[in-house]
């Protein structure tokens, strides 16, 4: 069974920059997109991104200026970085795998707080 | 303001039926992009209920069950039970955003 874990820091400055990593374990990341999700306090899901294992990545068209996703195959994890942090990125982030256009195994999210 | 759009809540007696509507237009659902619903119990991470606008993951029960017609998609789920009461999102994707796109999500009352 695919398990992802979100790890990085749970409080970022306003104007900071987020940095989040996706651990993938009992599975290869080889041959699928990743994908981050957030989810805003009280609100629905909202879609950051996905990267390919081959690096190759698309964004949000409404995050695509602050949202960097890079991949490392030999530790079998993605990461996402976030510039110029406001109060209203304050989320839970969520990384998933795309299986063909769905979201199969996901991650129990972590919850980011923007605040100085 | 969603893409996809769900009524915000819907409710049912134990053993009922409800149904819980994603309507999009013809840049999403109705360019023939699959539906996913998903499932997210309180304080939990969304999990997938449908993919492919109809097909469930081993261990979703069969009281589950999706479908869609033109640019909406539904979410039935019959013999209501409690541990039913959750949020439920349908995601798509949109060719004109180039985005992967979800529901505003509705909450699932079991009365």
């Known amino acids: 069974q695919v398990q992802l874990h979100e790890s990085g820091p749970g409080v970022v400055k306003p104007s900071g920059t987020l940095s989040l990593t996706c651990t993938v374990s009992g599975g290869s990341i080889n041959n699928y997109y990743w994908t981050w999700i957030r989810q805003a306090p009280g609100k629905g899901l909202e879609w950051i991104g996905y990267?390919?294992?081959?690096?190759?990545?698309d964004y949000n068209p409404s995050l695509r200026r602050r949202v960097t996703m890079s991949v490392d195959t030999s530790k079998n994890q993605f990461s996402l970085k976030m510039t110029s942090m406001t109060t209203a990125d304050t989320a839970v982030y969520y990384c998933?795998?795309?299986?063909?256009?769905?979201?199969?195994?996901w991650g129990q999210g972590t919850l980011v707080t923007v605040s100085s | 303001q969603s893409v996809l759009t769900q009524p915000p809540s819907v409710s049912g007696a134990p053993g009922q039926r409800v149904t819980i509507t994603c309507t999009g237009s013809?840049?999403?659902?109705?360019?023939?992009?699959?539906v996913s619903w998903y499932q997210q119990l309180p304080g939990t991470a969304p999990k997938l209920l449908i993919y492919g606008n109809s097909d469930r993951p081993s261990g979703v029960p069969d009281r589950f069950s999706g479908s869609k017609s033109g640019t909406s998609a539904s979410l039935a789920i019959t013999g209501l039970q409690a541990e039913d009461e959750a949020d439920y999102y349908c995601q798509s994707y949109d060719s004109s955003l180039t985005a992967l796109v979800f529901g505003g999500g509705t909450k699932l009352t079991v009365l």
């Open positions: 998933a795998r795309v299986h063909t256009g769905w979201l199969d195994f």
């Open positions: 990267v390919f294992y081959t690096g190759s990545t």
């Open positions: 013809n840049s999403n659902i109705g360019a023939a992009y699959d």
